[in-house]
């Protein structure tokens, strides 16, 4: 899931069914844009350059032909780029049903950019909130029960970030497991340390910089595969399928 240090909040998301990658970032490109053989939704939390490149992006959405959902800030930076009928920009409050994935954006706190968002993602069978590089947003209390799995960023070079602010977001959400993200070693663990004295029932599992973790052990969640790369990702979703 975690695409690594140059993609923070990087994230590559499957389940039996469908696959989502979000703020890549530059992190695919070249002949990783080749190996990319499903990809139904492609969100962009912001335009800043750990999240977003729009050339890669263009080659993304070239080699896959999937939906590609941003804010007001990337959507200027693609439209004209990408085929207009695969370009969805969304603003906060809105919802959308897109490839069947239920997709919500809420205002991201956030500076130096357009508009930015985070999203709340439904499957079929699990629902997923990722925070971008956002400080906390109060609307996030009218999506209690809404995020089975929560990302949260803890900082790393966000000025709005932190484990403060994590924290608010899972109070708000009262997922059921949380991941950290976008944030160093001593944040990812002060955020597990106020978890469990203040959401003790919240499953926290800390992703490792370009290594795997595999979600679907998690409790309340069907099969969800995070990595850390495309070729390991592909390889372990094929051995991982349900029987
Ligand atoms: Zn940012």
């Given at each position: 899931?975690?695409?690594?240090?140059?993609?923070?909040?990087?994230?590559?998301?499957?389940?039996?069914?469908?696959?989502?990658?979000?703020?890549?970032?530059?992190?695919?490109?070249?002949?990783?844009?080749?190996?990319?053989?499903?990809?139904?939704?492609?969100?962009?939390?912001?335009?800043?350059?750990?999240?977003?490149?729009?050339?890669?992006?263009?080659?993304?959405q070239?080699?896959t032909?999937?939906?590609?959902?941003?804010?007001?800030?990337?959507f200027?930076?693609?439209?004209?780029?990408?085929?207009?009928?695969?370009?969805?920009?969304?603003?906060?409050?809105?919802?959308q049903?897109?490839?069947?994935?239920?997709?919500?954006?809420?205002?991201?706190?956030?500076?130096?950019?357009?508009?930015?968002?985070?999203?709340?993602?439904?499957?079929s069978?699990?629902?997923?909130?990722?925070?971008?590089?956002?400080?906390?947003?109060?609307?996030?209390?009218?999506?209690?029960?809404?995020?089975?799995?929560?990302?949260?960023?803890?900082?790393?070079?966000?000025?709005?970030?932190?484990?403060?602010?994590?924290?608010?977001?899972?109070?708000?959400?009262?997922?059921?497991?949380?991941?950290?993200?976008?944030?160093?070693?001593?944040?990812?663990?002060?955020?597990?340390?106020?978890?469990?004295?203040?959401?003790?029932?919240?499953?926290?599992?800390?992703?490792?910089?370009?290594?795997?973790?595999?979600?679907?052990?998690?409790?309340?969640?069907?099969?969800?595969?995070?990595?850390?790369?495309?070729?390991t990702?592909?390889?372990?979703?094929?051995?991982?399928?349900?029987?």
């Amino acid at each position: 899931m975690w695409l690594g240090a140059s993609a923070p909040s990087g994230t590559l998301l499957k389940n039996h069914e469908k696959v989502v990658l979000i703020d890549p970032a530059n992190t695919i490109t070249g002949e990783a844009v080749q190996r990319l053989q499903q990809l139904d939704i492609f969100l962009i939390t912001h335009e800043h350059t750990d999240h977003f490149s729009s050339s890669a992006a263009i080659a993304i959405q070239s080699r896959t032909a999937a939906i590609v959902v941003v804010n007001l800030g990337s959507f200027n930076a693609l439209s004209g780029s990408i085929p207009s009928d695969k370009l969805v920009k969304m603003t906060s409050g809105n919802s959308q049903v897109l490839s069947g994935i239920g997709i919500t954006a809420i205002a991201s706190i956030h500076p130096n950019c357009v508009q930015p968002l985070t999203y709340i993602l439904t499957f079929s069978d699990f629902s997923v909130f990722h925070g971008s590089d956002s400080g906390f947003n109060s609307a996030l209390n009218g999506y209690k029960g809404k995020a089975t799995l929560a990302m949260v960023p803890t900082d790393g070079a966000s000025p709005t970030a932190s484990p403060e602010n994590a924290l608010q977001m899972v109070k708000a959400l009262d997922p059921t497991d949380v991941i950290p993200m976008h944030g160093s070693t001593d944040s990812n663990n002060w955020l597990g340390t106020l978890l469990a004295q203040q959401m003790p029932n919240a499953q926290y599992l800390i992703p490792q910089p370009t290594s795997s973790l595999l979600v679907d052990e998690m409790s309340g969640i069907g099969f969800v595969t995070v990595l850390a790369c495309v070729t390991t990702f592909f390889l372990l979703a094929r051995d991982r399928r349900r029987e």
